[in-house]
């Protein structure tokens, strides 16, 4: 029981006394010994933009520099910090490289963020529905023919968004995608928040950057060290203006931007331009071998490889995921025994599976600790199949743009009454972030099932007008 006196610092504190092994972000773990730069950084470093320190919205000096760095690094044209996550560079990309009432081509299983891009710029979309992986019930990648279809349907379409890696790591062909878009002279954007690591080293799958994706985001934090909210934007092309992605950052992006994120980033740039990370990122993914080596003795629990679908192009390996289905676990259950029971934090778990996030930061000795409690809790669960079809995500259907269903008239009904009716809310469940259900989208009685089969697994639902499985908004046509 928490104590409702304790400060938020406090119960920090508590938290990183119990030294639990974080398969969580961000990505330093919290490892004072990986990146000590990140614990110098506290309040007497905390300044605004005075002299000598230059202006994070019209850089001329060390913050000019520094992105210059960041696109060094990851092979970028021009690189954009940003303090406001991946959300602020999700935005300002989407306003950037679009006009009001456009049409982009988006992949149905993008964050929530660009949901709201498509919302604040009154965006008409086509959507590209994801296969779903079997045995695992996450969405799968986008392939090259089902965007090169869409285009040829669509002529329309003025920017593709895709999201690769996804929260799960799976990841798409990108430049496949990337040379069908511009034959068509369409810049694309990729949402690659969650693989800021990769093509830094040839032991990792290539970036959306080097495959010729026009606009990246990245979010630093994730999985290199670098402070929460601490991510970039990447500018790869000459099709979107670069004072039209600076102006829109001033927009969505703090005019008081942290110092202290800041230096992060520009610390985790200069540690991982140095000839020495090589080591660090061989290292990383010679843990994540013998991990994946030992897992394939398991009996009941799963872990997610490129082998395990052909609804998959490419996998990123630091992304851990655990199928449940066919056991009497679910994800979250995953997630709690490992908590309470090992002393290890995963990311997420969902209804039939859990997702672990690894990271540079990791130690041999965190890695084993959870190979022994994954190996435990195999060996202690039983089959029980009936799972399978409650895992199984069904489709939706768009009705109305999600910018004209956000202001259509609604009312709020029960839930039981929902069925069969346009939703005027967002239904989501967080993390990963993605709309199960967006504003204008029908919302069928499988919909419902499912999203109660989330609730009753222990997955945290939130809905943007109503109350969880009490009363949600419909649009009143």
Same mark, same amino acid.
């Given at each position: 029981?928490?104590?409702?006196?304790?400060?938020?610092?406090?119960?920090?504190?508590?938290?990183?006394?119990?030294?639990?092994?974080?398969?969580?972000?961000?990505?330093?773990?919290?490892?004072?010994?990986?990146?000590?730069?990140?614990?110098?950084?506290?309040?007497?470093?905390?300044?605004?933009?005075?002299?000598?320190?230059?202006?994070?919205?019209?850089?001329?000096?060390?913050?000019?520099?520094?992105?210059?760095?960041?696109?060094?690094?990851?092979?970028?044209?021009?690189?954009?910090?940003?303090?406001?996550?991946?959300?602020?560079?999700?935005?300002?990309?989407?306003?950037?490289?679009?006009?009001?009432?456009?049409?982009?081509?988006?992949?149905?299983?993008?964050?929530?963020?660009?949901?709201?891009?498509?919302?604040?710029?009154?965006?008409?979309? @086509?959507? =590209?529905?994801? *296969? +779903?992986? /079997? !045995?695992?019930?996450?969405?799968?990648?986008?392939?090259?023919?089902? &965007?090169? #279809?869409?285009?040829?349907?669509?002529?329309?379409?003025?920017? @593709?968004? =895709?999201?690769? *890696? +996804?929260? /799960? !790591?799976?990841?798409?062909?990108?430049?496949?995608?990337?040379?069908? &878009?511009? #034959?068509?002279?369409?810049?694309?954007?990729?949402?690659?928040?969650?693989?800021?690591?990769?093509?830094?080293?040839?032991?990792?799958?290539?970036?959306?950057?080097?495959?010729?994706?026009?606009?990246?985001?990245?979010?630093?934090?994730?999985?290199?060290?670098?402070?929460?909210?601490?991510?970039?934007?990447?500018?790869?092309?000459?099709?979107?203006?670069?004072?039209?992605?600076?102006?829109?950052?001033?927009?969505?992006?703090?005019?008081?931007?942290?110092?202290?994120?800041?230096?992060?980033?520009?610390?985790?740039?200069?540690?991982?331009?140095?000839?020495?990370?090589?080591?660090?990122?061989?290292?990383?993914?010679?843990?994540?071998?013998?991990?994946?080596?030992?897992?394939?003795?398991?009996?009941?629990?799963?872990?997610?490889?490129?082998?395990?679908?052909?609804?998959?192009?490419?996998?990123?390996?630091?992304?851990?995921?655990?199928?449940?289905?066919?056991?009497?676990?679910?994800?979250?259950?995953?997630?709690?025994?490992?908590?309470?029971?090992?002393?290890?934090?995963?990311?997420?778990?969902?209804?039939?599976?859990?997702?672990?996030?690894?990271?540079?930061?990791?130690?041999?000795?965190?890695?084993?600790?959870?190979?022994?409690?994954?190996?435990?809790?195999?060996?202690?669960?039983?089959?029980?199949?009936?799972?399978?079809?409650?895992?199984?995500?069904?489709?939706?259907?768009?009705?109305?743009?999600?910018?004209?269903?956000?202001?259509?008239?609604?009312?709020?009904?029960?839930?039981?009454?929902?069925?069969?009716?346009?939703?005027?809310?967002?239904?989501?469940?967080?993390?990963?972030?993605?709309?199960?259900?967006?504003?204008?989208?029908?919302?069928?009685?499988?919909?419902?099932?499912?999203?109660?089969?989330?609730?009753?697994?222990?997955?945290?639902?939130?809905?943007?007008?109503?109350?969880?499985?009490?009363?949600?908004?419909?649009?009143?046509?």
């Amino acid at each position: 029981m928490r104590d409702e006196n304790q400060l938020l610092w406090q119960v920090l504190d508590g938290y990183n006394q119990e030294n639990i092994a974080s398969f969580h972000m961000p990505g330093h773990k919290r490892n004072r010994s990986f990146a000590p730069y990140l614990h110098e950084l506290s309040a007497h470093m905390d300044i605004t933009e005075i002299p000598n320190f230059d202006d994070l919205h019209e850089p001329r000096e060390i913050l000019k520099d520094s992105m210059e760095k960041a696109a060094q690094l990851c092979g970028s044209q021009k690189a954009f910090y940003l303090v406001n996550g991946s959300t602020a560079g999700i935005l300002a990309a989407i306003r950037s490289a679009t006009k009001r009432f456009d049409t982009v081509l988006v992949a149905r299983n993008c964050h929530r963020a660009v949901y709201h891009a498509i919302e604040l710029c009154c965006l008409q979309t @086509v959507f =590209l529905e994801p *296969p +779903t992986i /079997e !045995g695992f019930g996450c969405a799968g990648s986008i392939t090259p023919q089902m &965007v090169q #279809e869409a285009i040829e349907e669509n002529a329309e379409i003025k920017l @593709v968004i =895709l999201t690769s *890696p +996804t929260f /799960e !790591g799976i990841i798409s062909d990108i430049q496949a995608i990337s040379e069908i &878009v511009h #034959e068509n002279d369409i810049p694309i954007f990729v949402d690659e928040a969650h693989g800021a690591h990769l093509g830094l080293h040839p032991t990792f799958p290539r970036s959306a950057i080097q495959c010729g994706a026009d606009l990246v985001v990245q979010s630093f934090h994730k999985t290199l060290p670098s402070l929460t909210q601490s991510a970039v934007l990447h500018l790869n092309s000459n099709r979107i203006a670069t004072e039209e992605i600076q102006r829109q950052l001033m927009i969505f992006q703090s005019s008081s931007p942290s110092y202290i994120l800041l230096a992060s980033l520009d610390a985790c740039t200069r540690l991982l331009l140095q000839k020495e990370s090589s080591s660090l990122f061989e290292a990383w993914h010679n843990r994540l071998q013998v991990f994946a080596m030992k897992m394939k003795a398991l009996k009941k629990i799963t872990l997610l490889t490129r082998e395990k679908s052909k609804n998959i192009w490419a996998v990123d390996p630091s992304k851990l995921v655990f199928a449940m289905i066919g056991t009497t676990y679910t994800g979250v259950q995953f997630l709690e025994r490992l908590r309470h029971e090992y002393g290890i934090q995963l990311e997420m778990g969902y209804l039939p599976y859990a997702v672990a996030m690894t990271s540079l930061a990791d130690t041999d000795e965190m890695m084993e600790k959870l190979t022994r409690a994954v190996e435990a809790l195999d060996a202690s669960i039983e089959r029980d199949e009936t799972q399978v079809a409650r895992s199984q995500v069904p489709l939706v259907w768009s009705k109305m743009p999600v910018y004209k269903a956000i202001e259509a008239p609604s009312k709020v009904v029960n839930w039981n009454k929902a069925a069969g009716k346009l939703s005027g809310s967002y239904v989501w469940a967080y993390p990963p972030g993605v709309p199960i259900v967006a504003p204008g989208e029908v919302i069928s009685q499988e919909i419902l099932e499912y999203l109660y089969n989330l609730q009753m697994a222990g997955v945290h639902i939130q809905v943007t007008k109503g109350v969880v499985f009490e009363e949600i908004a419909v649009l009143d046509v």
